[in-house]
């Protein structure tokens, strides 16, 4: 791993050898505290994100770096008229490491082509966030002391929640993972998702408390306004699954309640007594694996860029990709685009 | 003391303990360089503030601790369909300690009720706003040697200024402070400030010449346009009182002039070189103020924190208030809201 | 030296020293990690700007410092109905050194009458920027190992480019130094300019490929769309010059091409990988030069402010002079503004 793009740019050794990092600076947090003295982060958010800019920001701080970049959707217009490779070729210049959100997908990809420090994509439009899953799999692990022989329910928005897909795609890789999926037809899991998880035992129940009552892990999504163009719909999808206190009284005792926030009314506050609610240590654990992952990048060996030839002309069909509006990036070639992973369009007749 | 909502939450003894650690910072502010060296400042500012924001940041650094957090108005955008509690609930796990600004009245209340680390009220709507206060007398005390046996002049707004209010209620804890006010009857302090200052010896002068006369320390404040639905008003109220320096000819010549800062002219530039101008001294010692205020905040021993059950069903007819917007906020119960102060409505018939 | 407000402030010892500094850092940087520990830059950026904004930051933390302030447009609301000499008095006293981007011409100087910490201008309207001209410096002495002798073209925007007017005031401080100036004729050098660097040797070459081949550095600049009132005339002249590898070809095997950035086209992505392409490197040496200027200011003894008697009257006749938004400022007097340097009006019959 020299960048952090998508989950699956961790090997086997990578993801282990960040748990153990993981757990001992949850161990002896004030050992670390000088560990990356005179190291700086460069935050850059072309568009908001409170909690994961946050806990970049507060992770490296911790770990004694310091932090400068840009946070406000207005630093997208700052940066406006100059290119994506300009700024990060500035910027990684100035840092031991950056965490690029962008609305585009494909950018971070795109950013990792030109930059001289490591970069974590915090974001890249809905595309990947491998520190959620990240997050997600150390708090898993942590709370249940391994992530195989597994069975998790997932719930609520399936179709479009990209933290649904990583994590399905990265729970694949371990053995014995079941996961049971809660959605309303119209958000189903998508046929193409389904088909990277191969080594996951899959299974559809849409009643929640049914699906509560037989898993180790219960993951719940929020239904995202921006994804529906119908307002109507969205009211009638939004609240289709909540996890009342009623439906917790009969699920198991030990079963663990993840979400990972914000949410928007599928967990009421009336749940966050119960001990089983884990989605507060979930936010918490995000921290230290921040930490872990950042103290991993800041001690690999500096390499140069070896700047690829500007291309162009790769022909995405994706309005959402970075391509559209960075048009000299280097050609994908092969079938799907390189950036935000959409089939590509072939020119008629070519 | 475990958070700073508002300036009552100091006991006499933390009083005394704090102003001696502002005089050991001002006396030698290099040997504190490293003493929050591996801490965090969540800065919180759901509404702009520059004065405030930047002096605890300051503080902070020169501490040697890191600050994150979020400045600008779009914040409250970015975090919005969020809950203050689960913002809090995340970022107080981030941090040693959260200051915290925000539009709504007992907003810094709520969200003690769910940090994990100290809070500090940086303004919660036109209702508190404790460290102006502590600077305020932390700079008397460093100018005059004591707080107590003093007379005050206060000016300008006395109806809306929440510094005076506060300022006036602190130096009610203190023996022999009497109190000149001078404003206009339209701006006059109101009856509840008046009898919540009973240990003042309080009157009302209206020929701010007069009062300046015959006073140790001049307190200055400026009418905010914003409390004003009426311009022509605000026009006429604004510059009813401005301190020339014909005026200061004949003060006394160890007065002392305060002012909370910013100014809208009730001060002229020609009064800055007057060495009786004591205002930006007390800017200054704002910071020092703060560094001692983190300092103690960041040295109490850890807390957990028991969540309160979701309660929601306040009757609190502030629109101002902070449950209006975040309903499963706990009951507040008796006749007062726990978080505004404002009296309770209610229900007919109960 | 005690503010940098205009890159001429550097005597040429200054000038000789802070560029040994430049050359430390370069070879030691992690000698400096703790160089300003404790210390605290102000970064007040009334307008936006990423690149200056982050080198400075990015500078004070990789010397170990911290850094607080400002940085999107709402900040100037923020603190408006605030004098910049209030802000100036209060922010300078909670800080080390103080980096300041303001609209206004002349804001910077002005910043200073009153700023108990050294002031750096890193922008003034389109004023002054004199720590782009200290990197364009550096680059060249480091690239060429001295900065006399020296064929440099210099093309695009001569007329507006004040990147390019300050870097031509400050080679002609040096000896046997010509440039060569390549422009549209609607672009061309100012008269007064060109007078106020006689040292140099000025020729006019409207045509880029035979400039480019009888210099040693060719610094291209972009023409700015917002110096232009007629949308039209700034689309046909912005890409008058572009310098294509087809003109490179031809060009010295040693020229250096230096760029202050952002570009706009003029230099297209495929002369990046071309060896002679410095502006990248231009760009990281802007870093180590605001370290070194850094380190250089926070080592000056402390001085105490002689608050100058406030004047106003002063009859600039610039309209987007500071001297117009802050009035209480001390007058001109002379034939030159001594903010903005505009020719003052003088009333008739005076």
Same mark, same amino acid.
């Given at each position: ?27 002896? &947090? ?17 568009? !908001? ?91 898993? $692990? ?42 309303? %037809? ?58 009342? !206190? ?5 699920? %198991? ?6 979400? %990972? ?14 001990? $089983? ?23 690999? !060996? &500096?390499?140069?860029?070896?700047? !690829? ?17 960075? &048009? ?23």
């Amino acid at each position: 791993m020299r960048h952090l793009i998508d989950f699956t740019d961790l090997s086997e050794q990578e993801w282990q050898r960040l748990y153990r990092r993981f757990e001992e600076i949850a161990e002896r &947090p004030g050992d670390y505290r000088d560990a990356l003295r005179g190291q700086t982060l460069a935050s850059l958010f072309y568009e !908001p994100s409170t909690r994961t800019r946050l806990s970049f920001e507060a992770a490296m701080l911790k770990l004694g770096g310091g932090v400068f970049g840009f946070s406000d959707p207005a630093a997208s217009s700052v940066s406006k008229g100059e290119t994506l490779k300009d700024t990060i070729i500035m910027i990684s210049g100035y840092a031991n490491v950056v965490t690029l959100r962008h609305p585009k997908e494909g950018a971070a990809m795109a950013a990792a082509l030109y930059s001289s420090a490591p970069v974590v994509n915090a974001g890249d439009g809905g595309h990947n966030h491998p520190t959620q899953t990240l997050t997600d799999l150390v708090t898993i $692990r942590r709370l249940r002391g391994s992530v195989g022989n597994l069975r998790i329910g997932v719930c609520g928005d399936l179709k479009y929640g990209r933290t649904v897909h990583s994590l399905l795609r990265a729970l694949a890789r371990f053995e014995g993972v079941s996961a049971v999926l809660v959605s309303a %037809p119209e958000l189903a899991l998508p046929g193409y998702v389904k088909r990277s998880c191969k080594n996951l035992n899959l299974t559809e129940e849409p009643d929640l408390r049914a699906a509560a009552g037989g898993v180790d892990i219960l993951y719940m999504t929020r239904v995202q306004r921006e994804r529906f163009t119908d307002a109507a719909e969205y009211e009638r999808l939004k609240l289709r699954y909540t996890l009342t !206190p009623e439906i917790l009284r009969e699920a %198991p005792k030990d079963l663990l309640i993840l979400h %990972p926030l914000p949410r928007a009314g599928e967990i009421p506050e009336a749940v966050d007594n119960d001990p $089983r609610a884990a989605y507060f240590d979930q936010a918490r654990y995000g921290l230290t694996a921040r930490m872990a992952l950042l103290l991993e990048l800041c001690s690999l !060996p &500096p390499f140069t860029v070896k700047e !690829p030839e500007p291309g162009g002309g790769t022909a995405c069909g994706n309005p959402r990709c970075i391509t559209q509006t960075e &048009p000299y990036l280097p050609a994908s070639g092969g079938g799907v685009c390189r950036y935000c992973e959409h089939p590509l369009v072939t020119p008629p007749g070519v």
